[in-house]
């Protein structure tokens, strides 16, 4: 049984940066892609970037395109995401994920339990 364990959410002012960190066990970390949803209030979740098993590959929302970057390290099985030019609209639970490498949530089966980030403006 896979566990992942986010951390690195918290209060950012509009523009600012943080990093979120996703420490994965009990599975073979360096065989799946990971991936990050959000979901916002009041929001449905949402794709927000993947990472394929090898880091060849990753891709982004358009949303957070060209301010997010994701990377992983196989030997630490860690997974982070970095953000930057933080706005309010990024503010929601943060999770991280390990499966497929897809953009559709429904794919995932292993969920970490979240990292808050809220952006003030």
């Known amino acids: 049984q896979v566990q992942l364990v986010e951390s690195g959410g918290g209060l950012v002012q509009a523009g600012g940066s943080l990093r979120l960190s996703c420490a994965a066990s009990g599975r073979t970390f360096s065989t799946s892609a990971v991936g990050w949803f959000r979901r916002a209030p009041g929001k449905e979740r949402e794709f927000v970037s993947r990472?394929?098993?090898?880091?060849?590959?990753?891709s982004y929302a358009d949303s957070v395109k060209g301010r997010f970057t994701i990377s992983r390290d196989n030997a630490k099985n860690m997974a982070w995401l970095q953000m930057n030019s933080l706005i309010p609209e990024d503010t929601a639970v943060y999770y991280c994920v390990l499966g497929p490498y897809s953009e559709r949530a429904r794919d995932y089966d292993a969920w970490g339990q979240g990292t808050q980030v809220t952006v003030s403006s």
């Open positions: 990472i394929s098993w090898n880091a060849y590959a990753t």
